[in-house]
T-cell receptor, first 115, second 112 residues
Framework: DVKVTQSSRYLVKRTGEKVFLECVQD?????MFWYRQDPGLGLRLIYF???????EKGDIPEGYSVSREKKERFSLILESASTNQTSMYLC??????????????FGPGTRLTVL | GQSLEQPSEVTAVEGAIVQINCTYQ??????LSWYQQHDGGAPTFLSY????GLEETGRFSSFLSRSDSYGYLLLQELQMKDSASYFC?????????????FGAGTQVVVTP
């Protein structure tokens, strides 16, 4: 079974803090993704990575950066957290070869609250 | 760009059938996927349609009409455990990296 883990289920931070969200997958997948999920807006792609040290902006990259130093690990960084970044953050991975519909495997999510 | 539309909520009783529609606009369609997410849980893959027609997996079926830019997920013999959010997602043919665009999700509420 594919396993995607995220470092925290719940996180509370203060405005202006630097925040690191970590994601690890154990299936040697090339692709990794960071989404945020807000009520009524579905899943919106922040950044994705298709290889170590490679990254591409998604639909809403502003205020975020990412790091992928090892294939299994993809980190999302909030350089200076703001209250409008309070959200559920979901990490996902998928193999480069795709699979049916380029199936993505999701982690359990991190609910971040910025005060 | 891409956009997907699906209803925000559907309510049905146990044992009933529910159909969740998804219409999409994309510059180059590749396929339509469905994901299920229980409250507090991770989205999980349910089904995928690349060609027109119906794909059946147990109590769940998914349908695609490429000419109508439309698909649906059919949930039969509804059970309480089917209460969840369901997302349709598309991959654009112009995308090389397996990115998916997700709809806003449909919350299915199953009542006794």
């Amino acid at each position: 079974d594919v396993k995607v883990t995220q470092s925290s289920r719940y996180l509370v931070k203060r405005t202006g803090e630097k925040v690191f969200l970590e994601c690890v997958q154990d299936m040697d997948h090339e692709n990794m993704f960071w989404y945020r999920q807000d009520p009524g807006l579905g899943l919106r792609l922040i950044y994705f990575s298709y290889d170590v040290k490679m990254k591409e902006k998604g639909d809403i990259p502003e205020g975020y950066s990412v790091s992928r130093e090892k294939k299994e690990r993809f980190s999302l960084i909030l350089e200076s957290a703001s209250t409008n970044q309070t959200s559920m953050y979901l990490c996902a991975s998928s193999p480069l070869a795709g699979g049916p519909g380029d199936t993505q495997y999701f982690g359990p999510g991190t609910r971040l609250t910025v005060l | 760009g891409q956009s997907l539309e699906q209803p925000s909520e559907v309510t049905a009783v146990e044992g009933a059938i529910v159909q969740i529609n998804c219409t999409y606009q994309t510059s180059g369609f590749y396929g339509l996927s469905w994901y299920q997410q229980h409250d507090g849980g991770a989205p999980t893959f349910l089904s995928y349609n690349a060609l027109d027609g119906l794909e059946e997996t147990g109590r769940f079926s998914s349908f695609l009409s490429r000419s109508d830019s439309y698909g649906y997920l059919l949930l039969q013999e509804l059970q309480m455990k089917d209460s969840a959010s369901y997302f349709c997602a598309v991959r654009d043919r112009s995308d090389s990296w397996g990115k998916l665009q997700f709809g806003a999700g449909t919350q299915v509420v199953v009542t006794p």
